[in-house]
């Protein structure tokens, strides 16, 4: 045959293979894995533009340059000669006065087009409108400036030499954050202004920013250009610090969508394998009489591989069109904070990925088997010549792995993908020796009862090797529909938790040792409970094993900025709540010697070990002793959390003041304020927007993940019904037998009935253990949450696994009550 | 290479044996069975139940390799041609009709009759096939699947399968052990008809005596070898 020819024929074949239905399981698998990896790689890539934006929305630009002494004009040019849009902003604490009162304020003079990017609202007039500068001679005020000035729209404050006008109330600032003390109370001048304040003088805490925006590779070029020529004192801004919370939150996502698709995949592979299996066992006689009719082993090669070929690329396709139509859908399930609909369109990477991996997929898992099946002879046609059972493992698996490697890149999880890896291989031999060793136990088991039973359970043990393929396939089918519904609900229930609906949205600083007790009393008589006062010390990390800190010797720029500022410090005598040890011990209970606690990011960031030694100066005396643990902290519970921690009675005499936080209702303002009037110098900060941002966030994620679960959940189903169908191949002749030999339907009935219960009951109980271990692993490792594990996982995988395996057996019966058995057993 | 004794012959065997190892014994199915056939010409092999005769099929028709002994078929000495080089002599030449049908469960009636059309790069195979189904009287059953057919429809469809390519030699293994007598003899007269019709030479394997006396030559296998000859 010619090329050509061959090729033509293969698709004719591959379209009445189709239509006849034999290729469907296989077909379905194929498309649900290459949506699942693709949806996963569009939402991924757009997902990562979309930080980017919601990031430069944080800096109010694309980028920001940032310095203690005003900008020379080499820097501006630079930016408008590249085409870039240029804003520029000043801020500096200061006292704002308006008749008698006085308080401290953070000031911001801002520039004609200032934001860049994001949107600065205001309230003026009664309306909330988006607002850039205020008008020369106005200002822009935030609440809590304008309560504690007392002071309205249209009223005058004085800054420096200058009086402005209240234009209107700050709603939300987009780029607060990057103060330090952006919980100081804030007021908008325009640039315009700043000189004429007078507060513009040598020595003045003024941080001048330069902010830029456009073309991405414009700003790329900028950035680079600028930051080799930073002069002393700048930076360029980085907003990853800004808001761990919400970074928290969205890496947790990615990794549920990274263990979704990769489960997805991990389960479309086996339902694959599986559906390759069946179809060339079907086909056995079918290439028996190909070959008697004259085909050569190489056209009958040639042959499945353009079908397999012609199927993958179909399938591959289909899904990736899929794979984009239900990215799109995730994307609008979290839409409303990513802003989803202005993202650019994906690249071009995943377009090309659907088919491929769909041929990779395809061809690892068939190839080996199509080996033997080039080589059946054409005498098959005339005597049943058993199949060759040694088909190659090494390459299956090697397609796989990369596969799921692919898979894990595209979400930028490879350690995920290993900890995947390592737990389906680890479930799979498991339940493999179990299910070999249930099934020659039962070979061994005096067998009594009744025919139905008797028959039933020989029949699963009279080929342990089939019994144990059909256990395994079945299990990690149940498996993966236990741990997509019952443990996904916890997992999400626990993500949702960590950021708890009664998470402490204020945060009181500045407390003096001697006001603590007035502190304790005000919440006793409010009649609420007085939080936990954490101290706190300014100390400066001078020395680490000896070796002075210089923070120019980082190479990495957060490193650097960490080295440079001051530390909180605290100490207590015992682990706070919530907090992880990740390595070392956390000291216990009063008296314990000097000794430091680190938080893991921290430690790894400066490049701290268990065992170092650090040296901090807190108010000119220099601490020094070991770090004996490492902590994991988790910083989206909003509680009062600190990098580094000490046992008391060590520095406590420093100078020191304390923290808290604690939850107050929207409608309970009233008790901060009275706090404040009774202890001026407290500041009471309120995190409620942010909080409320990150739970947003979180919801919406996880919407948008429940959403990809039901890829997975579809390939769950599958691998079930691949095992299925391979099954009832191997029953139908058995019953055929029984039934050719005088078994009525009823007995029938009971065989099949007893076998399939056995097998399914089995595979439950089995897949039940493995899910609930799965999802330990998946809480512990993947998640950083707290372990949980569900008890009724292996009570209902037994009880699911005995329903399903019995129903999908039911149309086989009726099957079965309804052919002649001598057609079944003739075909054999 | 003819064979050297029988210029005419289209297939011819000579001192075939064929040994199988079963559980490390040697078991003689065949000792020396030789025939001749010659073009359009019909014979049948009969013998007992188990006495090989199925074997012997499956090396005259190049299926299997023989422990001793030679096959010429169409010319070729099937002992120098691999199997692929045997699979590529039968194609579009020879035909075969089964006891258990062989049909392609996932192919239509249809579909299954193009097959051999399809290998032998015929240019319009479903023309042709649909004829070749319609003189076997399944002109209405083109696009059912065997599974929807009675047993004596999948033989039709069998033999126009077998037919469809004007085969020169035709091999039919017990065609109607697995049918009722009343169909089966009507498979039988359309096997002849066709055969007559198409000058095609049939290698018949049948218990059936009856069955094997409307062939041309009538061999007997026993004890491994063949006996009998033309009549």
Known sequence: MSAWHRLMWSLRMARRELVAGELTVLALALFVAVTAMTSVAFFSDRIERALTRQATQLLAADLVLNADAPWPEAFRAGAVARGLELAESASFPSMVMAGDAATLATLKAVSERYPLRGALTVQAGGAEKSAGAPAPGTAWLDARLMAKLGVKQGDAVEVGQRRLTVAGQIVREPDATLDLYSFVPRLLLNHADLASTGLVQEGSRIRWRLMVAGEAAAVADYRREASARLPRGARVENVEEARPEVRTALERARRFLGLTAMLTVALSAAAVALAVRRYLARHWQSVAVLRCLGLTSREVGALFTGLFALLALAAGALGTVAGFGAQALLLTLAAGWLGADALPAPGPLPWAMGPLSALLLLGGLALPPLSTVRRIPAVAVLRVELPARRVGWLTPLAAVFVLLTLTAYLVGETVAALWILAALAGFLAAVGLVALAAVLLLRRLPLAGRVGWRYGVANLARRPALAMIQVVALSVGLMALLTLTVVRADLIGAWRASVPADAPNKFVINIQPEQRDTVADLFALDGRRAPELAPMVRARLVAINGRPVRPAAYRDERARRLAEREFNLSWRDSLPEGNRVTAGRFWAGQGAKPQFSVEEGLAGTLGIRMGDTLSFDIAGSVYKARVTSLREVPWDSFRVNFFVLAPPDWFSRQPASYITSFRLPADEEAFASRMVERLPNLTVIDVGVILDEVRGVVERLAQAVEAMFVLALAAGVLVLWAALTATRDERLFDVALLRALGASRRQLKSVLLAELACLGGLAGLLAGLGAMALGSVAALQLFKLPFFANPWLPLLGLALGTVVVALAGWPLLRKVARTAPMTVLRRE | ?231
């Not at chain 2, 649909?130 to 047993?151: D, I, N, T």
């Not at chain 2, 198409?198 to 061999?219: K, S």
């Open chain 2, 1 to 231: 290479m003819l064979h050297p004794l029988e210029e005419t012959s289209i297939l011819s065997a000579c001192e075939l044996a064929k040994q199988v190892h079963l559980n490390g014994e040697a078991l003689t199915i065949l000792k020396s069975a030789s025939l001749t056939l010659t073009d359009g010409e019909s014979v049948a092999i009969v013998g007992a139940s188990g006495s090989g005769k199925s074997t012997l099929l499956s090396l005259l028709a190049g299926l299997d390799r023989p422990s001793g002994g030679e096959v010429w078929l169409l010319g070729e000495p099937l002992s120098t041609l691999s199997e692929d080089a045997r699979a590529r002599l039968r194609r579009d030449r020879v035909g075969f009709v089964f006891q258990n049908f062989q049909l392609m469960p996932q192919l239509t009636a249809l579909e299954n009759v193009m097959l051999p059309l399809e290998l032998s790069g015929h240019p319009k195979p479903e023309a042709a096939a649909r004829a070749m189904l319609e003189r076997v009287g399944l002109g209405q059953r083109l696009r059912h699947y065997p599974k929807h057919l009675s047993g004596g429809e999948q033989q039709r469809v069998a033999l126009a399968r077998a037919f469809v390519i004007r085969p020169r030699l035709l091999f039919a293994d017990e065609p109607t052990g697995n049918l009722d007598a009343a169909t089966g003899r009507q498979i039988i007269d359309l096997l002849f008809q066709l055969n007559a019709e198409e000058g095609t030479a049939l290698v018949l394997v049948t218990h059936d005596t009856e069955l094997a006396g409307r062939c041309d030559a009538i061999y007997r296998l026993v004890d491994g070898r063949l006996v009998g000859a033309r009549p």
